[in-house]
């Protein structure tokens, strides 16, 4: 597994697209879906690639001159459970860090609401991530928005 910052617009959509259309139980409300994969073209960009084949992404946005976001990421379903997350984390805190950042964030749908979303919850709590807030109607009030915080120590 190789993982790669992408520069190139182009790409970045194709892979943001090829990815997120794997993922349809996380990413399945069609005008959210193109939001994450148009915005993902002007963000800082990492891929993972096994060989050729692209595997996972994650894409890094700015909150505050002091807080980066993870503003999606994605791993192919039979990447799975394989640690593609874990070293897209790393590598997107490794970017973070280098970006002059102190703090990362997340947000996600709040722990028991549905299945998927608590295997992610329990991801970011696995990365060393802590729940600052949760802000109930951000979203709808099916999917009520978990923000995650950490401090990205040097």
Known sequence: MEIKEVTDCNQKEMIARRVLHDLPEWFGIPDALEHYITESRKKPFLACFDNDHVVGFVVLHET???????FVM???RVYHRKGIGRQLNAAYED?????????????TVQM???????????FYLAMGYK???????????????????????T
């Open 112 to 122: 028991g609401h549905y299945e998927e979303y608590d295997a992610t919850n329990n």
């Open 64 to 70: 505050s001159k002091d807080c980066a976001e993870i």
């Open 95 to 107: 970017l973070a860090r280098r970006s002059g950042y102190s703090y990362s964030q997340v947000k």
């Open 131 to 153: 729940e600052l807030e949760c802000f109930p109607g951000l979203w709808d009030s099916w999917n009520p928005c978990q923000v995650y915080v950490k401090h990205l120590r």
């Open 74 to 76: 994605g791993v192919v």
